[in-house]
């Protein structure tokens, strides 16, 4: 009996563990989400990047990382999470997951803190992002133009691009390097916020999952959009 009551008190951290492991889930996509809406906040206002609304008006979508770290010594790597929110007929939908990532061999020092957002002007831009996996640079059919957020006047290199990538950083490197970087999906970040699998594709084209903490994020872009004159 005491051995029975014993082993029962071993068990009940482990599953009060496993017990807390979807609450624990749900709070790291939704303190994801919540960062997103402030990057695009600071990233989009009037005084810092009018041309990026300009572009948000008519987007099929946004993918926002708000916090892309990188750090390095001769061998250097970025990594971050993203959200992607497509536009559709005029309607934000809500946040596909991803990841971001990247690695470097060369000269390098310092500690990068970025928050970076690509603007997706093309149905082939959005239809890359949503891939399983897509590299920046690697697919020659997708243009991906990087400009600094803050800079004056949306250049006719930028319209003809799919994706446009503002970033802002703090810290050592004087700037950002996106070619080679891997944005990959993370469906398991999907079905811990929605509580199903979905697909990228499933929740921006079929409007399919919902979730009510996504609705500041989608109400700012939306607003912001329609600031884009």
């Known amino acids: 009996m005491f051995r029975r009551l ?19 889930a749900q709070t790291e996509q939704q303190t994801l989400v919540d960062r997103a809406t402030l990057s695009v906040q600071e990233m989009f206002s009037d005084q810092v990047n009018p041309e990026g609304r300009r572009l948000l008006k008519n987007a099929k ?12 010594f001769i061998i250097g790597g970025q990594m971050g999470s993203c959200v992607l929110v497509g536009n559709v007929n005029g309607a934000w939908t809500n946040p596909a997951f991803y990841g971001f990532g990247s690695g470097s061999i060369g000269f390098q020092i310092g500690v990068q803190d970025a928050q970076i957002a690509f603007i997706v002007l093309t149905d082939k831009g959005l239809t890359a992002l949503m891939d399983s ?3 920046i640079g690697a697919d020659a059919s997708v243009a991906v133009a990087n400009y600094g957020a803050g800079v004056s006047g949306a250049t006719t290199a930028a319209l003809r691009a799919d994706i446009v990538a503002f ?20 469906t398991e970040w999907n079905q811990a916020y929605y509580g199903q699998y979905l697909s990228p594709q ?18 700012v ?6 600031q884009g004159q």
């Open 221 to 226: 872009l939306g607003q912001l959009a329609q």
């Open 133 to 135: 996996q897509f590299k």
């Open 167 to 186: 970033a802002q950083a703090r810290g050592l490197f004087a700037g950002i390097a996106l070619d080679g970087s891997l944005i990959s999906q993370r």
């Open 202 to 219: 499933q929740i921006i084209l079929n409007r399919q999952g919902n979730n009510p903490g996504a609705d500041p994020l989608r109400e």
């Open 6 to 24: 014993f082993g029962l008190m071993l068990l009940l951290p482990l599953l009060a563990a496993l017990g807390a492991a979807p609450a624990r």
């Open 61 to 72: 979508g946004i993918m926002i990382c708000p916090q892309v770290f990188k750090a390095g």
